[in-house]
């Protein structure tokens, strides 16, 4: 089992930045991979930034240039610096972890969301 810890959301005006974190703990093996997701009230969960080893991050259209999804491997917490928020930035925000062994089925863990609420 991986248990999550996620923080770092809150309110912002619009133009500041934020960032979240999301520690790791437990049953982390060799092979990971994370992403954050969020949620806004009455839309889909949608990707926002991912990162696997040995791969480039990955971003969502929009938050490409104003988002970056980083990791410190010995503190197991993957980070996401958000700057030049916008009020659609505005959502729940799920941290991702996927991890295993090599030549096995991943295991699948959710942070407990944090949120962040941009203002105009």
């Known amino acids: 089992q991986v248990q999550l810890a996620e923080s770092g959301g809150g309110f912002v005006q619009a133009g500041g930045s934020l960032r979240l974190s999301c520690a790791a703990s437990g049953s982390i093996f060799s092979i990971n991979a994370m992403g954050w997701y969020r949620q806004a009230p009455g839309k889909q969960r949608e990707l926002v930034a991912a990162?696997?080893?040995?791969?480039?991050?990955s971003y969502a259209d929009s938050v490409k240039g104003r988002f970056t999804i980083t990791r410190d491997n010995a503190k197991n917490t993957v980070y996401l610096q958000m700057n030049t928020l916008t009020p659609e930035d505005t959502a729940v925000y799920y941290c991702?972890?996927?991890?295993?062994?090599?030549?096995?089925?991943?295991?699948?863990?959710w942070g407990q969301g944090t949120q962040v609420t941009v203002s105009s």
């Open positions: 990162m696997s080893s040995g791969e480039n991050p």
């Open positions: 991702k972890w996927e991890t295993r062994r090599p030549g096995t089925i991943k295991s699948v863990y």
